[in-house]
């Protein structure tokens, strides 16, 4: 995909764009302008476009000081998914967590998402635990890399 870029978000426009994304993915844990910043601070976000088109964007927690373990989340909007758009955001986010020294890779999907889970079984994570959030009603899967 020649027209494919991604972008680090590094002024409102992108941050906006990265949170329409995360917001639309993740309808049940709603993220404002200000829960995004801080998340930028320890976090290596990116926007992906095909052309000037939003198409999704992607998460990676490095590891902290006391495990080896990143979480790395691809989101695609759902009608550019199956078009290799996740596979190269899934593998730039991998690509970076390797970089930051993860040893063990594991994401994190809302269990509602079956493209979601379905990409994540099809990369190789299994499940490791089913959770609630405090006052939402749809579990959480975090998935570790076998």
């Known amino acids: 995909m020649s027209d494919l870029r991604f972008q680090q978000p590094d002024d409102d426009v992108a941050l ?52 080896l373990t990143a979480t790395v989340i691809a989101r695609v909007l759902a009608p550019h998914r199956g078009q290799g758009i996740g596979e190269e955001l899934y593998a730039r986010g991998l690509s970076r967590a390797r970089e930051l020294g993860a040893e063990v890779i594991e994401t994190v999907i809302l269990s509602s998402n079956e493209d979601g889970l379905r990409f994540a079984r099809k990369h190789g994570f299994a499940e490791i635990e089913r959770y609630l959030l405090p006052g939402e009603t749809i579990p959480w899967i975090d998935l570790r890399l076998a």
């Open 16 to 67: 906006r764009d990265w949170q329409y994304v995360h917001n639309v993915i993740i309808p049940t844990h709603i993220l404002s302008m200000d829960e995004i910043r801080e998340r930028a601070q320890r976090n290596h976000l990116e926007v992906a476009y095909l052309g000037d088109v939003l198409v999704g964007c992607s998460t990676v927690r490095p590891p902290s000081d006391d495990t």
